[in-house]
């Protein structure tokens, strides 16, 4: 007579690979998201930097209202940063302080704040200052862009400017 087991306990080896390999996939897929959180929430940081810095450079052509336009306007990259003639403090020229702000702003060796080292935090590539529209009086409308990362043709913000 054949003995049959009606109730039987416990699992099977097959069932235990299955959930694990279950088990596995999804936690291969909640690292990958952790991963692309990660990424994202540094891009976010350093657009957020940037945008600070376009600002930053915003209020200084602001705060230098006797500089012309084309003080202001110019390209900058990381391989061409010169320092200014004068470090301005007090006694400059509307042009030299303004020469000095671009400086200080993507160049700059400030070992304090935002903008401190902001070439390395951040592997700025370029600083560029244009004139939109009426470049020849004070109604000026400026374009200031900032290229960063690796890839600086994909990371970049752009203000209008009005000194």
Request: charged residues 15%; glycine residues 4%.
């Given at each position: 007579m054949?003995?049959?087991?009606l ?8 069932e235990?690979v ?10 291969l897929g ?18 957020s ?22 003080d ?13 003639d ?5 006694d ?6 303004a ?9 700059g ?11 390395d935090?951040?592997?700025l590539?370029e ?9 020849t ?7 200031v ?14 203000m209008?400017?009005?000194?």
């Amino acid at each position: 007579m054949l003995h049959q087991r009606l109730n039987t306990a416990g699992f099977t080896l097959i069932e235990v690979v299955i959930t694990l390999f279950i088990m596995t996939v999804g936690l291969l897929g909640l690292a990958g998201l952790q991963a692309q959180a990660i990424k994202a929430s540094l891009d976010t940081a350093q657009r957020s930097q940037t945008a600070w810095l376009v600002s930053e450079v915003a209020e200084r052509i602001r705060a230098n209202p006797d500089a012309s336009v084309s003080d202001y306007t110019a390209t900058l990259t990381t391989t061409a940063c010169l320092k200014p003639d004068k470090q301005c403090n007090t006694d400059c020229t509307p042009a030299q302080m303004a020469a000095y702000d671009l400086w200080d702003i993507f160049c700059g060796i400030d070992t304090q704040g935002v903008v401190a080292k902001a070439v390395d935090s951040l592997t700025l590539s370029e600083l560029s200052i244009h004139c939109k529209k009426n470049c020849t009086n004070s109604a000026a409308h400026l374009a200031v862009s900032i290229h960063w990362g690796k890839d600086p043709n994909q990371q970049q913000i752009t203000m209008e400017v009005r000194p």
